[in-house]
């Protein structure tokens, strides 16, 4: 059954730490080499027509197509784990096994330098569509391919394309802390996953390099940087009252275009100048919530004591 109403009026008050007023997760999506490929042995190509009306005969390979994947991996990787050190923020990599399997070195180097792995499928594929034990067969795989690369078993899932009815009974079952597979909300919250309770910590699609794609609604680092201060800058307020967290989504082979990754420095040095910023991963944003239970507020709360509740557990 949808929930269509979630916290509604009154979300609960989390005590982020250090009072931060906003949990910032930057997400990068390593999805390349497990793209749809027939050099890989798969039939077909990956449709690469969203990536901005350019169309390759999905029958055949095309090499030139490719190296627009292999950027990411090549170039993108690197640029963003430097930016990261330099920066000392950690990140979350939603990784697909299948590319982590092509780069070992990437895979060591994200690990080595703190960053969170998050099982983003074993191919860059979605499972709706799949039985549950396609999708089992599909999460054991992923968990498989990263940890024989990385040394790290992930906690944490996300998949292309969205997930099914059976996925989160699954992945508890599996022993995952979270997914991400969810656009509903500001805050963590648990669902029921058969028998089980469940944490989804849910992502974005606005405060995304996604947007850069196909026909996308951003075209300079400077839109993307503004979209990203705007969408801290009014969490930052709402945080004074009510903590919330951000996603940043970024994707190798378009973020790590310097075009677009120089909007990413410019909105990490914005924010690392402001109080009540917690750069976390979201493994930590999941622990965090489970083991620092928010504070649930009542209807009938009125503003002045909210403020009053979240001064108290500040
Ligand atoms: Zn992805």
Same mark, same amino acid.
């Given at each position: 059954?949808?929930?269509?109403?979630?916290?509604?009026?009154?979300?609960?008050?989390?005590?982020?730490?250090?009072?931060?007023?906003?949990?910032?997760?930057? /997400?990068?999506?390593?999805?390349?080499?497990?793209?749809?490929?027939?050099?890989?042995?798969?039939?077909?190509?990956?449709?690469?027509?969203?990536?901005?009306?350019?169309?390759?005969?999905?029958?055949?390979?095309?090499?030139?197509?490719?190296?627009?994947?292999?950027?990411?991996?090549?170039?993108?990787?690197?640029?963003?784990?430097?930016?990261?050190?330099?920066?000392?923020?950690?990140?979350?990599?939603?990784?697909?096994? *299948?590319?982590?399997?092509?780069?070992?070195?990437?895979?060591?180097?994200?690990?080595?330098?703190?960053?969170?792995?998050?099982?983003?499928?074993?191919?860059?594929?979605?499972?709706?569509?799949?039985?549950?034990?396609?999708?089992?067969?599909?999460?054991?795989?992923?968990?498989?391919?990263?940890?024989? $690369?990385?040394? %790290?078993?992930?906690?944490?899932?996300? %998949?292309?394309?969205?997930? $099914?009815?059976?996925?989160?009974?699954?992945?508890?079952?599996?022993?995952?802390?979270?997914?991400?597979?969810?656009?509903?909300?500001?805050?963590?919250?648990? /669902?029921?996953?058969?028998?089980?309770?469940?944490?989804?910590?849910?992502?974005?699609?606005?405060?995304?390099?996604?947007?850069?794609?196909?026909?996308?609604?951003?075209?300079?680092?400077?839109?993307?940087?503004?979209?990203?201060?705007?969408?801290?800058?009014?969490?930052?307020?709402?945080?004074?009252? /009510?903590?919330?967290?951000?996603?940043?989504?970024?994707?190798?082979?378009?973020?790590?275009?310097?075009? /677009?990754?120089?909007? %990413?420095?410019?909105?990490?040095?914005?924010?690392?100048?402001?109080?009540?910023?917690?750069?976390?991963?979201?493994?930590?944003?999941?622990?965090?919530?489970?083991?620092?239970?928010?504070?649930?507020?009542?209807?009938?709360?009125?503003?002045?004591?909210?403020?009053?509740?979240?001064?108290?557990? *500040?």
């Amino acid at each position: 059954m949808r929930d269509l109403i979630g916290y509604g009026e009154n979300p609960p008050i989390v005590t982020w730490p250090g009072g931060a007023k906003v949990a910032v997760s930057l /997400v990068l999506n390593y999805e390349e080499g497990a793209e749809s490929s027939i050099e890989a042995g798969d039939a077909r190509d990956e449709d690469v027509s969203i990536f901005g009306g350019w169309s390759a005969d999905p029958t055949r390979r095309s090499l030139m197509k490719e190296s627009f994947f292999e950027y990411g991996s090549r170039v993108g990787i690197w640029r963003y784990l430097g930016m990261l050190r330099e920066y000392n923020v950690p990140a979350t990599v939603m990784a697909c096994g *299948a590319a982590l399997e092509r780069n070992p070195e990437a895979a060591r180097a994200i690990v080595r330098d703190g960053h969170e792995i998050c099982a983003h499928g074993y191919k860059w594929r979605g499972t709706v569509g799949m039985t549950p034990a396609e999708e089992r067969a599909e999460i054991r795989a992923s968990l498989s391919a990263i940890e024989a $690369t990385t040394g %790290v078993r992930p906690v944490g899932w996300y %998949v292309r394309e969205g997930i $099914t009815e059976n996925t989160r009974e699954i992945l508890a079952e599996e022993g995952f802390l979270y997914d991400s597979n969810s656009y509903s909300d500001d805050l963590p919250y648990h /669902v029921a996953a058969g028998p089980n309770s469940h944490l989804v910590v849910p992502y974005s699609g606005d405060t995304n390099d996604a947007r850069f794609w196909g026909n996308g609604s951003l075209g300079t680092a400077e839109d993307f940087f503004t979209v990203l201060k705007d969408s801290l800058d009014c969490l930052l307020i709402e945080g004074e009252t /009510v903590p919330k967290m951000m996603s940043v989504g970024l994707h190798l082979r378009i973020g790590g275009r310097p075009s /677009v990754s120089h909007g %990413v420095r410019r909105f990490l040095e914005y924010a690392l100048a402001k109080d009540g910023v917690w750069f976390a991963t979201r493994e930590e944003i999941a622990r965090w919530w489970i083991e620092h239970p928010p504070v649930q507020q009542s209807v009938e709360n009125t503003t002045a004591e909210r403020a009053a509740a979240f001064e108290g557990v *500040a």
